[in-house]
């Protein structure tokens, strides 16, 4: 869409409010609020805000900056219907001087991608996240009582988040979003609902915006939605599954049937890529304390670095479909990362792996979980990080993965996190007291 086209759908939709939106670094979704009258300004990059009281943005003497916003996000919000039309726009960050801000997660993906074109190559991504329903307190607070006791792909009367989730999906279709499959997941209370296959810029935002809607559906029927990796113990965590390929002049370049599994050369590098920098970009594919959680052996969630054709226990899968649909499945993030920066982190990871054409292993046809510690030692098979600290330490030592997030954007996050994991690291948690406190 064209600025003026914005103009011009904002009048026919006797729209009253905009939302300007974007994430700071952690993902979490900022919004500045405008009277519709102020679009035009808007749309010409006029709009000033206070990055200073953004995480990890910039210091209050450095904290004018703007709002760029890209026409092609304009939608609707559909629930403010009756209360004066809202829509919005995603937007990236500019300095004063218009260039690019640094710190700006949505324009470091589009950094990257660019450098995926300047090599040949289109980005097309297709997400799979899953999240939690559980019920509200008298007061309407969250708890952690799950809506059912359904399980995968079951059906109501079991499943009571049904209806949640049917509107989040109406939701998302009325904005304009692909929706190509939603099912109840393996844990009571947890749902997925998959996204067509589309560009790595446009994926990041569907998934800022989803999870937007899915806790305002979710607070109208009462529920509570969160993206929390593992709010339950003893069940499956929730992840964010990012099915992934490259496509080039003549076509998708992941697609060779002339090569084992129908993988071609770039597929086989692109995965290689992965697998070197696995370890430095889970900190920003699972970015909090309770991600690695989720990342433990027994519950369908990878923990081991390695890749397969059809078996789902390595980090990587590579579905059977082929042809235009090849691609690979990244099975390791979990939709609590910032999409942007989770997005720009692995194709650079793949991207390298074309640079530099890593030696990639067989793919693994048994169920890694089931080997004894030395079978995956002698295939050279590695673990994931174990804790956000450990995988805070990868990331330091990671200059691909660092590059992809620039300097700005990794110091900040890396000390954001650090904070965190003190924080942690000094409470004494109700775990302990159950453990010790009668015992010693």
């Not at 607070?141 to 949640?164: I, K, N, W």
């Not at 048994?366 to 079978?375: A, D, G, K, Q, T």
Request: aromatic share 8%.
């Amino acid at each position: 869409m064209t600025k003026d086209e914005v103009l011009k759908k904002a009048r026919d939709l006797n729209v009253k409010f905009v939302r300007l939106q974007f994430t700071d670094i952690l993902g979490i979704v900022k919004n500045v609020a405008i009277p519709v009258k102020a679009l035009p300004m808007a749309l010409e990059g006029q709009m000033m805000f206070d990055g200073s009281s953004i995480e990890g943005f910039v210091r209050i003497e450095e904290s004018d900056m703007y709002l760029a916003p890209d026409p092609n996000t304009f939608t609707v919000l559909p629930w403010t219907a009756g209360t004066g039309l809202t829509a919005r726009l995603m937007c990236d960050i500019k300095n004063p001087d218009g260039s690019p801000f640094q710190g700006c997660p949505r324009s470091t993906l589009k950094r990257v991608l660019q450098e995926a074109r300047d090599m040949g190559y289109e980005v097309m991504v297709g997400p799979e996240p899953e999240f939690f329903l559980f019920q509200r307190d008298a007061e309407g607070h969250p708890t952690v009582q799950t809506t059912d006791e359904a399980g995968y792909f079951d059906l109501s009367p079991s499943d009571l988040g049904e209806d949640a989730r049917r509107d989040i999906v109406l939701t998302m279709e009325e904005m304009g979003f692909e929706i190509e499959a939603t099912h109840h997941e393996v844990s009571p209370g947890q749902h997925e609902i998959d996204f067509k296959y589309q560009d790595a810029l446009a994926t990041a935002d569907a998934i800022v915006t989803f999870r937007m809607v899915a806790r305002t559906v979710a607070r109208r029927h009462g529920f509570h939605a969160t993206f929390m990796p593992k709010p339950i113990a003893g069940v499956n965590g929730s992840g964010l599954h990012l099915h992934q390929s490259l496509v080039g002049p003549d076509g998708n370049a992941f697609w060779d049937p002339k090569q084992p599994h129908g993988l071609s050369r770039v597929a086989i590098r692109y995965i290689s890529g992965l697998m070197a920098h696995a370890r430095g970009f889970t900190a920003i594919t699972n970015p909090l304390i309770n991600s690695y959680k989720r990342l433990v052996p027994g519950y369908e969630a990878p923990v081991y670095i390695a890749w397969s054709t059809g078996n789902r226990s390595p980090m990587i899968r590579v579905p059977e479909s082929k042809g235009p649909d090849t691609r690979i499945e990244l099975r390791s993030p979990d939709p609590s990362c910032n999409p942007y920066l989770a997005l720009a982190v692995t194709i650079k990871a793949g991207l390298d792996g074309l640079k530099h054409r890593y030696e990639v292993p067989p793919p693994v046809t048994r169920n890694v979980y089931r080997m004894h510690e030395s079978e995956r030692r002698e295939l050279g098979i590695e673990r994931l990080p174990e804790s956000l600290h450990e995988a805070l330490a990868f990331l330091e030592e990671d200059n691909v993965i660092w590059e992809a997030l620039g300097d700005h954007i990794a110091q900040r996050f890396v000390e954001a996190k650090r904070l965190e994991w003190d924080i942690y690291r000094h409470e004494v948690h109700q775990w302990e007291l159950d453990q010790y406190l009668t015992v010693y």
